[in-house]
């Protein structure tokens, strides 16, 4: 079973829904999307396949959002596209993508709508914040 993550190591929410990923018995192939952005046509299927706007998958901060006036409600979503494509921090994360659909998975545990595989077992949030019990049943 194919499952891909599109992930920041940097980022928490990022490294906790890889370890739920891996909590499933999965081991998903991991693209640093900084690293290695996706295609603008990866780009652009994703985000049909999430079946939410393009402004949906920006992200704000910590990147050149304002900087680029992506606030500006007129732009195209082309536009928009074009920059994430440029550059890709603007791209929020982590986006998971498996058999049962694809999602932005924010908060963490919304990969669990999408993971064909059953959690193996508790899980915990970086934070502590219970997200699994030890059943492998969702709590939040």
Do not use: W
């Not at 704000?60 to 928009?80: I, Q, V, Y």
């Amino acid at each position: 079973m194919t499952i891909t993550i599109y992930h920041n190591p940097a980022c928490g929410t990022s490294r906790n829904v890889l370890a739920l990923i891996r909590n499933s018995g999965e081991e998903p192939r991991i693209i640093e999307y900084l690293k290695t952005p996706p295609s603008r046509a990866e780009l652009v299927d994703l985000i049909a396949r999430m079946g939410v706007p393009v402004r949906a998958v920006l992200r704000e901060k910590g990147t050149p959002f304002h900087e680029l006036g992506l606030d500006n409600p007129a732009l195209s979503d082309d536009t928009l596209i074009d920059a994430m494509i440029a550059h890709p921090i603007l791209i929020n994360r982590p986006i998971a993508a498996t058999p049962l659909g694809v999602a932005l998975c924010r908060p963490s545990e919304t990969v669990l709508d999408i993971l064909p595989s059953p959690q193996r077992g508790a899980f915990a949030r970086e934070d502590g914040e219970k997200i699994v019990d030890e059943a492998g049943k969702r709590i939040v």
